[in-house]
């Protein structure tokens, strides 16, 4: 932490941003008051976590204070009565907790923004030339719409995958998303499509629904009867994979 503030100075204007550290608030709480913040909160909240539930299982232990680390994040949230939360898709779950947690304060719930992790703040992990074709990338997927022209997808063949689940393709073959559960959020919000693009750039989008979340990759592609040329994406969220 010592060098957190040198670290993001690239990113973040300090001569316009506060910069704050979390025992200001959470030294002075008391037990009472923790214990009422606590009090309004499920047991499951914090077991949504495939990782918990995983560990649960095998039989493995888990500390109260990891039950708990996402309730003390929560209260630097509302202490600062954030709009918006920046974070990593790991803390997807915890950053959650804090709309929870502010809901329960009687305040807006913040915005959630999680982003894949980012290795290094230096520019010395990819360098220069990965990250102009990053950038090409994402202005292909996200600016042109055209994901035929986004570089370094992640491909799955579909004869070899027949019988995967559209999940496990995201999570277990291309690890792409972290968990199954992450990708019936997307699906229940809308976000989980079948995508085909024609070699002029048409693009015709299919979304699909939780319940196709476990079904097998060989049914969903069954009528798919491509003409040459075209290519077939599964799309989850700002993941995507192409099929061939």
């Known amino acids: 932490m010592k060098t957190y503030r040198e670290q993001a100075a690239p990113f973040v204007d300090f001569q316009h941003a506060d910069f704050r550290y979390n025992s200001e608030w959470l030294a002075p709480i008391t037990l009472p008051q923790f214990l009422g913040v606590l009090e309004k909160l499920p047991v499951v909240a914090s077991l949504q976590r495939e990782d918990f539930r995983n560990r649960l299982a095998a039989g493995s232990g888990l500390t109260m204070a990891e039950l708990v680390y996402s309730v003390v994040m929560a209260l630097a949230s509302v202490e600062i009565a954030a709009d918006i939360e920046l974070g990593g898709l790991d803390q997807l779950l915890n950053m959650q907790m804090c709309r929870r947690v502010m809901e329960n304060t009687g305040q807006t719930p913040e915005i959630i923004v999680a982003t894949g992790l980012i290795e290094g703040t230096d520019g010395a992990v990819h360098g220069l030339d990965a990250a102009a074709a990053c950038r090409a990338g994402f202005k292909a997927q996200f600016s042109q719409k055209r994901f035929s022209d986004t570089p370094g997808l992640p491909v799955v063949d579909r004869s070899e995958h027949a019988d995967t689940s559209v999940g496990e393709v995201f999570v277990k073959v291309t690890r792409t998303v972290p968990s199954m559960n992450q990708v019936r959020r997307v699906a ?57």
Do not use: H
């Open 188 to 244: 229940g919000g809308g976000g989980l499509r079948l995508v085909t693009e024609a070699p002029a750039g048409e693009q015709e989008s299919v979304s699909l629904t939780e319940a196709d979340v476990n079904g097998a990759l060989g049914s969903l592609l069954s009528a798919d009867v491509a003409q040459a040329g075209t290519r077939t994406f599964l799309k989850c969220g700002r993941f995507l994979v192409e099929v061939r």
